[in-house]
């Protein structure tokens, strides 16, 4: 199911509210209503925690069904919510500890900033259970920005150079497209959050946005094949 949302007045649903196949980490300030909107559109288990006493979910964390990686501002309060999860965990002491805008990570593959070093790469690569690849969007490191992936495909950012998109594609295993947010803006992993059931887009998107995004993550019906 496909949700037109804002949450306080702002679009910017993505950096709020994370989500992975089953769960979807919401913060503390969200509405009743806006957290029932937040299930019913991506189907998952709603997860409510504040990381380092903010509502900026969606940016400090990133997650997958195996794990779930969060900055070392989380507050140890906060981490027993995580852990309570039954996710692998790991709290990650680095200055790019923002990690849901650096790391865009799926139950099949991650696309990271390049600058996070080698040894935080494996350590993410045990968390995450999945290969990690190294990469930028745009020519930005903060891939989890520019982009948002899900076993349906991939929608990044429109100034994402081709060998930019091949990487993403091999890291995902999923056809790659552009596309943009919130009345055309690039950086599509703020204003959109989605699974393989559903997505809650910024409603400052235009329906040609919606289109797009319909398109990149596979929700559009597959026409029945010819005789």
Known sequence: MLK???FAGNPNVGVFVRATETRAFCPLSLTT?????V??????EIVSSSVGGTSLVGSLMAANNHG????????QRELKVLKATGLKLL?????????GNNV????QGALVNPDYSDEVIARFEKTFNVPIHRGTLAGLGTVGMGGVATPGGVLVHPKSTAEERENARRAFGREVMVGTIN???GLIGAGLVANSKGALIGDASTNIEIGRIEDALGFLPVPPSGR
């Open 68 to 75: 779930l990686v969060v900055g070392d501002l989380a507050t």
């Open 104 to 107: 865009l990570v799926t139950d």
């Open 39 to 44: 299930e019913e559109a991506l189907q998952v």
């Open 33 to 37: 209503t806006e957290t029932r909107a």
């Open 91 to 99: 709290t990650l002491d680095d200055p790019f500890n923002a990690v």
């Open 4 to 6: 037109l949302l804002n």
């Open 183 to 185: 009345h055309g803006t």
